[in-house]
Protein backbone atom coordinates (compact mmCIF):
# COMPACT_ATOMS: atom_id res chain seq x y z
CA UNK A 1 0.00 0.00 0.00
CA UNK A 2 0.98 3.50 -0.91
CA UNK A 3 -0.68 4.72 1.93
CA UNK A 4 -1.54 8.41 1.83
CA UNK A 5 -0.30 10.33 -1.06
CA UNK A 6 0.02 13.72 -1.74
CA UNK A 7 1.16 16.36 -5.23
CA UNK A 8 2.69 18.09 -5.42
CA UNK A 9 5.37 18.40 -2.92
CA UNK A 10 6.28 22.06 -3.19
CA UNK A 11 4.59 25.06 -5.12
CA UNK A 12 4.94 28.59 -5.34
CA UNK A 13 2.05 30.72 -6.04
CA UNK A 14 1.71 34.50 -6.73
CA UNK A 15 -1.20 36.31 -5.17
CA UNK A 16 -4.79 35.34 -6.75
CA UNK A 17 -4.00 32.66 -8.36
CA UNK A 18 -5.68 29.59 -7.98
CA UNK A 19 -4.48 25.59 -7.60
CA UNK A 20 -5.74 22.01 -6.28
CA UNK A 21 -3.70 20.17 -3.91
CA UNK A 22 -4.43 16.69 -4.47
CA UNK A 23 -4.57 13.88 -1.81
CA UNK A 24 -5.56 10.49 -2.31
CA UNK A 25 -5.14 7.20 -0.28
CA UNK A 26 -5.42 3.37 -1.18
CA UNK A 27 -6.45 1.80 2.49
CA UNK A 28 -10.22 2.32 2.25
CA UNK A 29 -10.81 4.75 4.77
CA UNK A 30 -13.96 6.65 4.67
CA UNK A 31 -12.80 9.62 6.70
CA UNK A 32 -10.24 12.51 5.29
CA UNK A 33 -9.03 15.24 6.81
CA UNK A 34 -7.45 18.68 5.02
CA UNK A 35 -4.60 20.17 8.11
CA UNK A 36 -2.14 23.38 7.34
CA UNK A 37 0.40 23.65 9.71
CA UNK A 38 2.25 27.14 10.11
CA UNK A 39 5.72 27.00 11.64
CA UNK A 40 5.83 26.71 15.57
CA UNK A 41 2.15 25.74 15.67
CA UNK A 42 0.19 23.05 15.61
CA UNK A 43 -2.41 21.47 13.19
CA UNK A 44 -5.31 23.50 12.08
CA UNK A 45 -8.05 21.38 10.42
CA UNK A 46 -9.20 22.86 7.16
CA UNK A 47 -11.99 20.62 6.00
CA UNK A 48 -12.86 16.54 6.52
CA UNK A 49 -14.80 14.24 4.91
CA UNK A 50 -16.83 11.28 6.49
CA UNK A 51 -17.21 9.94 2.95
CA UNK A 52 -17.61 10.03 -0.36
CA UNK A 53 -20.14 13.31 -1.32
CA UNK A 54 -19.97 14.77 2.47
CA UNK A 55 -17.66 17.40 3.36
CA UNK A 56 -17.98 19.65 6.62
CA UNK A 57 -15.63 22.64 7.46
CA UNK A 58 -12.96 22.74 10.12
CA UNK A 59 -11.68 25.15 12.10
CA UNK A 60 -10.19 27.63 9.52
CA UNK A 61 -12.31 27.03 5.83
CA UNK A 62 -11.99 30.53 4.68
CA UNK A 63 -10.18 30.94 1.03
CA UNK A 64 -10.76 26.89 0.62
CA UNK A 65 -12.97 24.39 -0.71
CA UNK A 66 -13.29 20.33 -1.40
CA UNK A 67 -14.37 17.63 -2.68
CA UNK A 68 -14.85 13.82 -2.25
CA UNK A 69 -16.25 12.16 -5.47
CA UNK A 70 -14.81 8.92 -4.48
CA UNK A 71 -13.23 6.73 -1.52
CA UNK A 72 -9.63 7.50 -2.25
CA UNK A 73 -9.29 10.83 -3.57
CA UNK A 74 -9.99 14.32 -1.61
CA UNK A 75 -8.62 17.16 -3.19
CA UNK A 76 -8.22 20.91 -1.58
CA UNK A 77 -8.73 23.71 -3.97
CA UNK A 78 -7.28 27.50 -3.53
CA UNK A 79 -8.88 30.13 -4.52
CA UNK A 80 -7.39 33.95 -5.32
CA UNK A 81 -4.17 32.70 -2.97
CA UNK A 82 -2.91 34.95 -0.36
CA UNK A 83 0.18 35.27 1.35
CA UNK A 84 -1.76 33.76 4.31
CA UNK A 85 -1.81 30.56 2.86
CA UNK A 86 1.89 30.34 2.71
CA UNK A 87 1.98 27.23 4.82
CA UNK A 88 3.00 23.50 4.75
CA UNK A 89 -0.21 21.40 4.27
CA UNK A 90 -0.86 17.79 5.26
CA UNK A 91 -3.61 15.20 4.11
CA UNK A 92 -4.99 12.36 6.78
CA UNK A 93 -7.23 9.60 6.43
CA UNK A 94 -8.23 7.27 9.46
CA UNK A 95 -10.70 3.80 9.18
CA UNK A 96 -12.85 5.23 11.82
CA UNK A 97 -13.86 7.73 14.46
CA UNK A 98 -11.70 8.42 16.68
CA UNK A 99 -9.07 6.33 15.27
CA UNK A 100 -5.20 6.28 14.18
CA UNK A 101 -4.80 8.85 11.58
CA UNK A 102 -2.18 8.21 8.98
CA UNK A 103 -0.40 11.16 7.17
CA UNK A 104 0.74 11.82 3.82
CA UNK A 105 4.12 13.78 3.22
CA UNK A 106 2.82 16.97 2.84
CA UNK A 107 2.62 19.97 0.54
CA UNK A 108 5.16 23.18 0.92
CA UNK A 109 3.54 26.15 -0.46
CA UNK A 110 4.09 29.68 -0.48
CA UNK A 111 2.14 32.78 -2.13
CA UNK A 112 3.68 35.84 -2.94
CA UNK B 1 -14.37 24.91 21.78
CA UNK B 2 -11.65 22.00 22.52
CA UNK B 3 -8.64 22.90 24.07
CA UNK B 4 -5.57 21.00 23.99
CA UNK B 5 -2.70 22.14 25.55
CA UNK B 6 1.13 21.50 25.86
CA UNK B 7 4.46 23.14 26.98
CA UNK B 8 6.45 24.14 23.35
CA UNK B 9 9.38 23.32 25.10
CA UNK B 10 12.56 23.41 24.00
CA UNK B 11 12.96 20.32 26.49
CA UNK B 12 16.09 19.62 26.58
CA UNK B 13 17.22 15.85 27.91
CA UNK B 14 20.96 14.01 28.14
CA UNK B 15 20.90 11.17 25.89
CA UNK B 16 19.92 8.32 28.10
CA UNK B 17 17.58 10.46 30.46
CA UNK B 18 13.45 10.01 30.94
CA UNK B 19 12.22 12.63 29.25
CA UNK B 20 8.51 13.55 30.25
CA UNK B 21 6.07 15.21 28.10
CA UNK B 22 2.81 16.81 29.25
CA UNK B 23 -0.55 17.79 27.78
CA UNK B 24 -3.59 19.13 28.96
CA UNK B 25 -6.68 19.13 27.49
CA UNK B 26 -10.37 20.90 28.42
CA UNK B 27 -13.34 18.48 26.86
CA UNK B 28 -14.51 15.86 29.18
CA UNK B 29 -15.40 13.65 27.63
CA UNK B 30 -12.82 13.11 25.35
CA UNK B 31 -12.37 9.50 24.46
CA UNK B 32 -9.18 8.41 22.45
CA UNK B 33 -5.69 10.44 23.15
CA UNK B 34 -2.76 10.11 21.03
CA UNK B 35 1.09 10.86 20.64
CA UNK B 36 2.60 11.89 17.41
CA UNK B 37 6.21 12.37 16.70
CA UNK B 38 7.32 14.87 13.89
CA UNK B 39 10.75 15.10 12.37
CA UNK B 40 11.17 18.95 10.86
CA UNK B 41 10.20 18.82 7.31
CA UNK B 42 8.51 15.47 7.73
CA UNK B 43 4.69 14.90 8.47
CA UNK B 44 3.57 13.21 11.83
CA UNK B 45 4.25 9.43 12.52
CA UNK B 46 1.78 8.11 15.27
CA UNK B 47 3.69 6.62 18.27
CA UNK B 48 1.23 5.96 20.80
CA UNK B 49 -2.77 5.61 21.60
CA UNK B 50 -4.21 5.29 24.67
CA UNK B 51 -7.87 4.98 25.77
CA UNK B 52 -8.36 3.96 29.20
CA UNK B 53 -7.24 5.58 33.07
CA UNK B 54 -3.55 4.29 33.48
CA UNK B 55 -0.21 3.55 31.50
CA UNK B 56 0.30 1.68 27.91
CA UNK B 57 3.83 0.42 27.47
CA UNK B 58 5.54 0.20 24.20
CA UNK B 59 9.07 -0.15 24.05
CA UNK B 60 11.30 2.70 25.25
CA UNK B 61 7.49 4.56 25.14
CA UNK B 62 5.28 4.80 28.09
CA UNK B 63 1.80 6.86 27.86
CA UNK B 64 -0.06 7.20 30.79
CA UNK B 65 -3.85 8.74 30.72
CA UNK B 66 -5.47 10.64 33.74
CA UNK B 67 -9.05 11.69 32.56
CA UNK B 68 -9.61 12.79 36.56
CA UNK B 69 -7.00 15.81 36.01
CA UNK B 70 -7.63 15.56 32.45
CA UNK B 71 -3.86 15.34 31.16
CA UNK B 72 -2.06 12.56 29.07
CA UNK B 73 1.76 12.47 29.47
CA UNK B 74 4.17 10.66 27.11
CA UNK B 75 8.11 9.18 28.78
CA UNK B 76 10.41 8.10 27.08
CA UNK B 77 12.93 6.01 28.74
CA UNK B 78 16.60 6.04 27.47
CA UNK B 79 16.15 8.92 24.96
CA UNK B 80 18.32 8.97 22.10
CA UNK B 81 19.63 11.94 19.91
CA UNK B 82 17.09 10.06 17.09
CA UNK B 83 14.36 10.99 19.79
CA UNK B 84 14.69 14.78 19.30
CA UNK B 85 11.91 15.96 17.39
CA UNK B 86 8.35 17.85 18.35
CA UNK B 87 5.77 15.73 19.62
CA UNK B 88 2.01 16.64 19.08
CA UNK B 89 -0.91 15.23 21.72
CA UNK B 90 -3.70 14.75 19.82
CA UNK B 91 -7.20 14.00 21.18
CA UNK B 92 -10.61 13.25 19.70
CA UNK B 93 -13.98 14.30 21.41
CA UNK B 94 -16.13 13.28 19.08
CA UNK B 95 -17.64 15.09 15.48
CA UNK B 96 -15.31 12.91 13.46
CA UNK B 97 -11.79 14.97 14.28
CA UNK B 98 -9.30 15.17 16.27
CA UNK B 99 -7.76 18.55 18.16
CA UNK B 100 -4.40 18.80 18.24
CA UNK B 101 -1.74 20.82 20.63
CA UNK B 102 1.01 23.01 19.26
CA UNK B 103 3.80 20.39 20.26
CA UNK B 104 6.68 20.35 22.51
CA UNK B 105 10.22 20.09 20.86
CA UNK B 106 12.18 17.67 22.57
CA UNK B 107 16.10 17.98 22.15
CA UNK B 108 18.21 15.27 23.51
CA UNK B 109 21.93 16.15 23.47
CA UNK B 110 24.41 13.08 22.86
Known amino acids: NAGVTQTPKFRILKIGQSMTLQCAQD?????MYWYRQDPGMGLKLIYY???????DKGEVPNGYNVSRSTTEDFPLRLELAAPSQTSVYFC???????????FGPGTRLTVL | QKEVEQNSGPLSVPEGAIASLNCTYS??????FFWYRQYSGKSPELIMS????GDKEDGRFTAQLNKASQYVSLLIRDSQPSDSATYLC??????????FGKGTMLLVSP
Open chain 2, 50 to 53: IYSN
Open chain 2, 27 to 32: DRGSQS
Open chain 2, 90 to 99: AVYSGYSTLT
Open chain 1, 92 to 102: ASTYGIGGQQY
Open chain 1, 27 to 31: MNHNY
Open chain 1, 49 to 55: SVGAGIT
